[in-house]
Structures are given as structure tokens and as C-alpha cells.
């Protein structure tokens, strides 16, 4: 059910083939209503850490045991500090973002090439 889970998660994060939830809402049934939940969760860490990179604070990231990891942000502007707690999976969905993987501090050369596509921006003439 987890591996399900998180592959759900991952086709609703998927901007070039998102799932809708609207035509799709049977699959939304019982357990799988979380992935909704988590979806929600990165897109708004998203958010708060594109806003954070352009103000260039990085939030500490704290190792957990079992591959997870805490994020605490703190925002200077309204004096809030959040923490999420991941896990592995979803740091990895976090990851594929270019806030998230900035914060997370992952390398580029690491990152697969079609997400360094997406992140990059495009030239128009």
C-alpha cells in the first residue's frame, strides 16, 4: 500500500501528467485520501521554500533515522517557525523541485536530467 501511496502522490505532483482529482475521485477512496494530503504538504513547502530561497534563508535540515528529514523554516518576515517532518519518500518528491532541492542541498549532477530540464528557465525570443 505504501509503494501505491506514494506512486499516487507522485503522478498528482507530476505537472506534465497530473492526475485529476476530479475525474479520478474513485481512487481518492479510504486510505488513499492521504495522498492528497501529502501532495498539499509539499506544494505548500514548495511555496514557503521558494520564498525562503529568495530571501536566502535556508532552512536547517535535520537527518532523521530511517532516511527521513525535519525542515525547520524559519520566516523573519512574520516571525513564524514551521517544521515539517518527511519521509524519505517525500523528501524525494520535495527534492525535485529546485526550492526543495536547494534547501535540502541537493547537488544538480544528482539531480535526473529531465527534472534539470523542468527547473531550468526557458529563453524566449
Known sequence: MRDFLYRLVQRLHDEARPLSRNKHFHVFAGESRRALRI???????EVQLAA????????????????????????????VVRTATLSPEEAELLAR????????????????????AAAAPSKKR
Not at 501532495?39 to 513547502?45: E, Q, T, V
Not at 532541492?101 to 544528482?110: D, N, Q, T, Y
Open 52 to 79: 525562503l530561497q529568495l530571501y536566502g534563508e535556508r532552512p536547517r535540515v535535520l537527518a532523521l533515522p530511517g532516511g527521513g528529514v525535519r525542515l525547520v523554516l524559519r520566516d523573519g518576515r512574520v516571525s
Open 97 to 116: 523541485h529546485p526550492a526543495g532541492a536547494w534547501a535540502l542541498g541537493v547537488k544538480e549532477e544528482s539531480r535526473p536530467a529531465d527534472q534539470l
Open 39 to 45: 501532495d498539499r504538504h509539499l506544494r505548500d513547502l
